[in-house]
């Protein structure tokens, strides 16, 4: 067995240098010590896997956070949506009390006076209380423009304009745009003074209840009527049944008892300014210029002329109460149902138009 010689002994052969080391040289923190230090000190510290997984758990949540208040904020737009909406279909435009400064007072009165339309009693009279009640206005104005309607509304309609003249204590004056007969002109007649325009269509003081009657045709298409009813008169306005003399003269002296009734109205309004002759209660209309002569109409004149010229304040301020967008839709397409019988019963009543 040999025993190897120490290093530096007699006779020992001298060591080759050691190989430089090449790994050593390439190791970023000998070539850049400044910039790996914190990165090495990073992944050595203590707990950087937990630091690491906070940071990305902290990230989600605020993401949700985000999702979650972006969602909530759509919701609440289309819950405002809604909500405007609702209000827009059903909310309605009524005429409050409210106290304001001098103005001219106007409520419109256009088209079919009759129930559930926008010329009702109910909306008119509505708007016109308001009207009345306001402290700031000076006089009512009602801006007709109407063919006629319903007796029973236009007769609630005089009277109330009659009655809030005497509580207030102020003018009430009726401008008549293109239309203002029958009916209409039954609500004009309690005004203080009634302005046409020239060209205006007034009058029409009559009564009218049409129909049809089919019982010829029926019976040349072999077609039997099958009506029941419980009282001999119950259908004596079925236009499928006939009509005998003793019903004929029912209706006749209802239609000249609300005649009359219309008469008298005009009479009470006009007063003697009225030119009476055998055409003035016939039925027949006249131009404005015709009506100003008959004494049915006092003067030429617009809503902008009576506001400036008679009432002496120019502010005007609109009180018509109106229906909302739900209600106009429903009117539109004859969405109320039996709608079409309901018409058919108001073409059985008496009409002033």
Not at 2 to 19: D, F, H, I, K, V
Not at 104 to 129: L, N, P, W
Request: charged letters at 25%; one cysteine or more; proline letters at 5%.
């Amino acid at each position: 067995m040999t025993t190897p010689l120490p290093p530096g002994a007699p006779g020992s052969e001298p060591l080759p240098p050691a190989a430089p080391d090449l790994w050593a040289q390439a190791r970023p923190e000998d070539a850049a010590p400044d910039a790996a230090e914190p990165a090495a000190a990073h992944a050595q510290s203590p707990g950087w896997e937990r630091e690491v997984l906070e940071n990305l758990v902290m990230a989600s949540i605020r993401e949700q956070r985000a999702a979650r208040r972006w969602r909530m904020f759509g919701r609440m737009s289309w819950l405002l949506v809604l909500l405007l909406l609702g209000w827009m279909m059903f909310g309605r435009d009524v005429a409050t009390t409210t106290v304001s400064g001098p103005h001219t007072a106007v409520v419109d009165i256009k088209g079919e006076i009759a129930t559930g339309a926008e010329a009702s009693a109910e909306f008119v009279v509505a708007a016109m209380r308001s009207a009345f009640e306001d402290s700031g206005s000076k006089a009512v104005v009602l801006l007709i423009n109407s063919p006629g309607g319903s007796p029973v509304q236009a007769g609630i309609i005089n009277d109330e304009i009659r009655r809030l003249k005497a509580k207030h204590d102020k003018p009430v004056y009726a401008v008549v745009e293109e239309t203002c007969a029958s009916a209409a002109y039954y609500i004009a007649a309690a005004a203080d003074e009634i302005f046409v325009d020239k060209a205006s269509i007034v009058g029409s003081i009559g009564v009218l209840m049409d129909g049809f009657g089919f019982t010829g045709t029926m019976e040349k298409l072999g077609v039997e009527r099958r009506l029941m009813t419980a009282g001999e008169n119950k259908g004596f306005l079925d236009p499928f049944s006939p009509q005998t003399e003793a019903q004929r003269a029912h209706a006749q002296t209802m239609l000249d008892q609300i005649h009359q009734q219309f008469i008298t109205a005009v009479k009470n309004g006009r007063g003697e300014r009225l030119k009476i002759d055998s055409d003035t209660f016939s039925g027949l209309f006249w131009t404005g210029q015709q009506a100003v002569d008959m004494g049915l109409a006092d003067k030429l004149g617009n809503l902008d002329y009576v506001a400036r010229e008679v009432v002496k304040v120019e502010e005007v301020i609109d009180y018509t109460r109106r229906d909302n967008v739900a209600e106009r839709l429903a009117k539109k397409f004859g969405a109320a149902i039996g709608g079409g019988a309901v018409q058919t019963l108001r073409s059985a009543l008496p009409v002033l138009r």
